[in-house]
């Protein structure tokens, strides 16, 4: 009677996927009677993938005749199974917000500009950083501020809304330096995926903002390594980063431009379309601020 043997390898399309295939090599010496967890659990995924022919993930062969005669195709050569694509990519999701600009068009911190806009004489509800934490904090397991030469000032805010900041300690050398600050911070916290906004874009929804994640969720099974959302065309935040996508951007020097990365891996990257406007609004002076708020209140009206 044939038996399989059991053995986990490490291939160079699975290493790449950050996994590893189960090869079930025939063998005629029993396997022990004592059947262990992990020869339960191999059993299992063999069971799930006994149909198909191609890993749907890594795309190696799962069948693989290596010899000149007609085999079974049951026992006499090797099943190769990766795992990931029947166990999913359990994703840990942490919020980064970059905010350690000196708003210099702006003439004051744009993290402090009120939001949602309000008019002369009312008391403003939040701040364009309270609003941006508290949009990504449902979605996400913490939210990271990244902040620069502000950094006392915007700490009762950030702390107040329960969330946490890095300090860029050199923020001048561009926003790049303030992202790869914030990703390290991701890693280093034991999460493998970020949502990263700027601080100066409109908050989307949270309900807007769990859609995208859902959509990154459906994605990173067909080995995409980010979500950008657009409207009308025209792409904005927040960006969904993957843990590859986390590393490409941590790969590049301080100096890079985030767009370039993407470029450089655009097979990799899902344009997403959503129906807020907002997605692709950008503030960097008082007059757009100005033209913001009158949107917003024709929007209330």
């Known amino acids: ?118 008019v002369t004489g009312q008391v403003s509800e939040g701040t364009f950083l309270s609003a941006a934490i508290r949009s990504l904090t449902l979605s996400t397991d913490m939210v990271i501020v990244v902040a620069g030469k502000n950094a006392d000032t915007l700490a ?35 999460r493998d995926a970020a949502v990263v906004t700027l601080v100066d874009r409109p908050p989307l929804s949270p309900a807007a903002v769990e859609r995208l994640c859902a959509a990154f969720a459906d994605v990173v099974l067909r080995w995409k390594w980010a979500v950008i959302p657009q409207y009308a065309g025209k792409h904005g935040h927040p960006i969904l980063l993957a843990r590859e996508m986390i590393e490409a951007f941590l790969r590049a020097p301080a100096t890079a431009i985030a767009r370039d990365i993407v470029h450089e891996n655009e097979e990799h990257i899902e344009y997403v379309d959503v129906e807020e406007p907002m997605v692709a609004a950008n503030i960097n002076t008082p007059e757009e601020y100005a033209a913001l708020q009158s949107a917003m209140r024709m929007l209330r009206d």
């Open 1 to 118: 009677m044939r038996h399989l043997r059991i053995f986990v390898i490490p291939t160079p399309s699975a290493a790449e996927a950050g996994g590893i295939c189960f090869v079930l090599e025939p063998t005629n010496n029993p396997m022990p009677s004592k059947r262990t967890p992990f020869a339960l659990f191999a059993s299992f995924l063999c069971a799930l993938c006994g149909k198909a022919f191609l890993c749907a993930l890594c795309g190696q062969e799962l069948f693989r005749n290596r010899r000149t005669v007609k085999l079974d195709a049951i026992t006499d050569f090797p099943l190769r199974f990766c795992y990931l694509p029947v166990m999913g990519r359990a994703l840990s999701m942490c919020g980064i917000i970059l905010a350690a600009g000196e708003s210099s068009r702006m003439g004051s911190d744009k993290a402090l500009l009120p939001w949602p806009p309000v």
């Open 156 to 190: 009762p805010i950030v702390y107040a809304n329960g969330a946490s900041m890095v300090v860029n300690p050199a923020p001048e050398r561009g926003q790049f330096s303030s992202l790869q600050g914030g990703l390290r911070e991701v890693l280093n916290q034991g």
